[in-house]
């Protein structure tokens, strides 16, 4: 049961950190530019972060997909050991 959360515990941290880091990297590089330029405008951060986590999920979604169809019948095939004693 321990190795079955760990394992999902370290497919959300994969899944969810590559969006987080694409649109973190592109939010700082707006923010740099928006400081330099003097440009104070908040919907271009949104507009950003949306197309870049939407260009990140339309590239690796496959990918995604294989992996949670994956874990998810790994998961319902291991029921049958849940009730046995080791």
């Known amino acids: 049961m321990a190795i079955a ?3 999902a515990f ?3 941290v ?3 950190g590559l969006p987080l880091l694409v649109s973190s990297f592109f939010c700082l590089s707006l923010s740099v530019l928006q400081a330099a330029t003097q440009v ?3 919907t271009i ?3 950003i972060r949306f197309i870049s986590v939407s260009c990140i ?3 690796f979604g496959p990918w995604y997909t294989d ?3 994956e874990y998810l ?3 319902i095939s291991s029921f049958r050991y849940l009730g046995q004693l080791p």
Do not use: A, Y
């Open 40 to 42: 104070q405008e908040q």
């Open 14 to 16: 994969i899944l969810s």
């Open 10 to 12: 370290w497919l959300v």
């Open 57 to 59: 999920l339309g590239i």
């Open 73 to 75: 019948q790994k998961s």
């Open 67 to 69: 992996q949670l169809v």
């Open 5 to 7: 959360i760990e394992e």
């Open 45 to 47: 951060g949104f507009i």
